[in-house]
């Protein structure tokens, strides 16, 4: 059993700056590949960001540049910082990783872009 909480989200201003968190528990199992997801209302769920255990990260283009995510292998904690925030960054961000092939989600954070 895998448990993800993420924090972080809120109201930024266009060109602002924000930092999500995800924290993950694994009842003492190592956490492989992490990941960020985000889905605006109306929208697919899609893929902002993967890190490997080693340090290994993969981005879309939409953010490549602007995000980076981040992890602390020892907290069990992958982070996302976010930069120069658009209007339609806006989205629920979600915590995702798999375990024994299940794939395991955090309960998401709003991110909100507007002026």
């Known amino acids: 059993q895998v448990q993800l909480v993420e924090s972080g989200g809120g109201l930024v201003q266009p060109g602002g700056s924000l930092r999500l968190s995800c924290a993950a528990s694994a009842s003492g199992l190592r956490i492989g590949i992490m990941a960020w997801y985000r889905q605006a209302p109306g929208k697919d769920r899609e893929l902002v960001a993967t890190?490997?255990?080693?340090?290994?990260?993969n981005y879309p283009d939409s953010v490549k540049g602007r995000f980076t995510i981040s992890r602390d292998n020892a907290k069990n904690t992958v982070y996302l910082q976010m930069n120069s925030l658009r209007p339609e960054d806006t989205a629920v961000y979600y915590c995702n990783t798999h375990m024994f092939g299940t794939p395991y989600w955090g309960q998401g954070t709003q991110v909100t872009v507007s002026s």
């Open positions: 890190i490997t255990t080693a340090g290994n990260t």
